[in-house]
Nanobody
């Protein structure tokens, strides 16, 4: 049974840092790629970052380049998103998701609908506010 459990969200001041995680069970992170997405209040869900199943590289949306870093731990089957220099506009519910038949980066950074992803976690709330 596939299961994603996000953790690490919370309240942080502008300029601060936070690391969120997605622990995966039921499939092998070494085989499939993963993506992080977010949805701010009143806005559409959007891609943030991903690890490609095609080339194993990491990719980022322009809005987070240079501030966020995605990584994966094969031993614990966990994907992390380190977020630095956070801004109020980063406030959102963050979701991890995967595409079992293709590359999640197609949705995370390359323009395909985010709802083409096959499986989603329940999300973790990140609030950036003073």
């Amino acid at each position: 049974q596939v299961k994603f459990v996000e953790s690490g969200g919370g309240l942080v001041q502008p300029g601060g840092s936070l690391r969120i995680s997605c622990r995966v069970s039921g499939f092998d992170l070494d085989i499939f790629g993963m993506g992080w997405f977010r949805q701010a209040p009143g806005k559409e869900r959007e891609g943030v970052s991903c690890i490609s199943s095609r080339d194993r590289n990491s990719y980022y949306a322009d809005s987070v380049k240079g501030r966020f870093t995605i990584s994966r731990d094969i031993v614990t089957n966990t994907v992390h998103l380190q977020m630095n220099n956070l801004k109020p506009e980063d406030t959102a519910v963050y979701y991890c998701a995967t595409d079992f038949e293709g590359d999640p980066c197609n949705s995370a950074v390359s323009g395909r609908s985010v709802y083409a992803m096959d499986y989603w976690g329940k999300g973790t709330l990140v609030t950036v506010s003073s």
